[in-house]
Nanobody, 121 residues
Framework: QVTLEESGGGLVQPGDSLRLSCAATSGRSFSMFTMGWFRQVPGKEREFVAAINWEGDITYYADSVKGRFTVSRDNAKDTVYLQMNNLKPEDTATYYC?????????????WGQGTQVTVSS
């Protein structure tokens, strides 16, 4: 079991940057979980954004964010990050982090509650 809490969302202008954080609480070591980021807009399906493996040396991105977003993790702080640069209005969504013991970049067992990101001028 793992509890995830996202933070760092907010209202920004196009071209701005934002860093999301996701803190994990678990009876197991954080390094035993692979982590992912997803986003969802009301009325649409949840969309995969990025994933990172246990050690943080393998990452995987959706084409829509490749080159603009960077996923990273600090296993000493039980936290995964999503650095978002050059934000666009179409990045507006609720962003969720997720965890799983296996490496399945688009499939996870545990989910956070989400943090809202709004990109608007």
């Amino acid at each position: 079991q793992v509890t995830l809490e996202e933070s760092g969302g907010g209202l920004v202008q196009p071209g701005d940057s934002l860093r999301l954080s996701c803190a994990a609480t678990s009876g197991r070591s954080f390094s035993m979980f692979t982590m992912g980021w997803f986003r969802q807009v009301p009325g649409k399906e949840r969309e995969f954004v990025a994933a990172i493996n246990w050690e943080g040396d393998i990452t995987y991105y959706a084409d829509s964010v490749k080159g603009r977003f960077t996923v990273s993790r600090d296993n000493a702080k039980d936290t995964v990050y999503l650095q978002m640069n050059n934000l666009k209005p179409e990045d507006t969504a609720t962003y969720y982090c997720a965890a799983d013991a296996r490496w399945r970049p688009k499939s996870y067992s545990y989910w956070g509650q989400g943090t809202q990101v709004t990109v608007s001028s």
